[in-house]
């Protein structure tokens, strides 16, 4: 069996819809929502299925429907074609997705993982709501034409590199006023752009205190030692401590998404096949941006 790694999307992966046939078909699925259901106090499955979009959208539910969600797919992939997990040897996830890499490496359990999620959402809703921001998606333009348009834009306002996804995809995060500045030089640049769907500037400053809230919360929850190696979104290397992941995951929330990096990093380490699993096809279309020839297979929610 070839060198594999499983991947899990991050938010925005979300559609109203997402998830009627692999809850069909697979109990232990169900289960997972029924306990999530519990946790959270609402239906998720119906938020899932029925929307309205608004709501499913919204980081206090969409964090924890993602999360559920891709540990629902994991369940068809055992059930289907258990070898792809027994020949994976790396794990990792965008944002959020980490999480779900956690649960599958053995270091978090489902049920700590889902109120790390949903506390995470919450204290992160809070900080957005506190300061009115946003995040821009910038494509057709390398990292270092970007870093310009962020230096000059921070005359308006605070404003940083939020998420490295992929060659020719980089967002920014900031005050509403930095990021329509930015969003006018990159386009005035060539640049196609686009305004994320999500409640304030992720991964920057501006986040606190949603990462002492984060830090509080994982003070409560037995980190295990991964089976098998996670890379981190902070510094794109993999982890199994759990000393560090803790650590990883705090400064997560305030530190960019080196996603490209870590992609970069798992080719080198020798993966040869990745499974995208959860809702969406976007993890594969960037891993196909950093290696044309990368073999991925999605698992949909």
Known sequence: ???????????????VGMGREVLAASPVAQELFSEASAILGYDLADVCWNGPAERLNSTVVSQPAIFVGSLAALEVVKAQ?????????????????????????????????????KRRGEAMQAAAD????????ILMLDRAVVEEIVQQA????????????????IVVSGDKAAVAEAQRLAEERGARTVMLAVAGAFHTPLMRPADQALAEALAQVDLRPARIPVWSNVDAQPHQDPAEIRDLLIRQVLEPVRWEDSLRGMLAW??????????????AGLLKRVHRKADCRNWLF
Request: hydrophobic share 45%; aromatic share 6%.
């Open 154 to 169: 921070q005359a308006t306002g605070f404003i940083r590199i939020a998420n490295l996804l992929c060659p020719g995809n």
């Open 81 to 117: 074609e258990p070898a792809v997990l027994d020949s994976c040897v790396a794990a990792a996830g965008l944002s959020l997705g980490e999480y779900t890499a956690l649960v599958f490496a053995g270091a978090l359990s489902f049920v700590d993982g889902l109120r790390l999620v």
């Open 270 to 283: 020798g993966i040869e096949q990745f499974h995208e699993v959860g809702p969406g096809k976007v993890l």
């Open 130 to 137: 506190a300061t009115p921001s946003g995040m821009l998606s």
């Open 1 to 15: 069996m070839p060198r594999t790694a499983v991947l899990f999307p991050g938010q925005g992966a979300q559609s």
